[in-house]
T-cell receptor, first 113, second 112 residues
Framework: NAGVMQNPRHLVRRRGQEARLRCSPMKGHSHVYWYRQLPEEGLKFMVYLQKENIIDESGMPKERFSAEFPKEGPSILRIQQVVRGDSAAYFC???????????FGPGTRLLVL | DQQVKQNSPSLSVQEGRISILNCDYTNSMFDYFLWYKKYPAEGPTFLISISSIKDKNEDGRFTVFLNKSAKHLSLHIVPSQPGDSAVYFCAASPYNNNDMRFGAGTRLTVKP
């Protein structure tokens, strides 16, 4: 009964590179959420996806950030041309349906040098 | 805009005593409230929730109280145990809307 899986757990990138973060939801969950936690802050909602659809991306920065949840495979959060301010912990959560409890993965800690 | 606030960044309690963690919110559309616990280097773990039709929900040592008129909720842990030492996040959302907002967290330390 695997929980939400995220990889990599740690990712180091230089400024200007791309970062790809992966999230596999719990079995039976078709709703995926991405959150970002900056140092000493709470989690901030970024985007909510269902299979092949972005439902709410109101928390996503307008540029350089994108997310997808294809029919097959994990959800991907992609950050292009990373900057130092992108350094944070990125958490993915999944839920069985709308309004259901969200269960979190262990997070990916991104460090931009 | 900080719609969910946890004003105490840290709390220290003696083992066996009660821990009370507080949370305030500003959005009257919030209908569903949750508490998550987070250990270092791990993701948040769901602890307990309450919907706005209730004012109390209890699960073992954990009880959440909701005061809708004051827009305030609290998490009570009794008796506190050293393993409860973690960061606790309060979260809120309009029911059936997945836009969940988190507080900044309170770091609880339970001393043996």
């Amino acid at each position: 009964n695997a929980g939400v899986m995220q990889n990599p757990r740690h990712l180091v990138r230089r400024r200007g590179q791309e970062a790809r973060l992966r999230c596999s939801p719990m079995k039976g969950h078709s709703h995926v959420y991405w959150y970002r936690q900056l140092p000493e802050e709470g989690l901030k909602f970024m985007v909510y996806l269902q299979k092949e659809n972005i439902i709410d991306e109101s928390g996503m920065p307008k540029e350089r950030f994108s997310a997808e949840f294809p029919k097959e495979g994990p959800s991907i959060l992609r950050i292009q041309q990373v900057v130092r301010g992108d350094s944070a912990a990125y958490f993915c959560a999944s839920a069985r349906g709308t309004g259901e409890t969200q269960y979190f993965g262990p997070g990916t800690r991104l460090l931009v040098l | 805009d900080q719609q969910v606030k946890q004003n105490s960044p840290s709390l220290s309690v003696q083992e066996g005593r009660i821990s009370i963690l507080n949370c305030d919110y500003t959005n009257s559309m919030f209908d569903y409230f949750l508490w998550y616990k987070k250990y270092p280097a791990e993701g948040p773990t769901f602890l307990i929730s309450i919907s706005s039709i209730k004012d109390k929900n209890e699960d073992g040592r954990f009880t959440v109280f909701l005061n809708k008129s004051a827009k305030h909720l609290s998490l009570h842990i009794v008796p506190s145990q050293p393993g409860d030492s973690a960061v606790y996040f309060c979260a809120a959302s309009p029911y059936n809307n997945n836009d969940m907002r988190f507080g900044a967290g309170t770091r609880l330390t339970v001393k043996p």
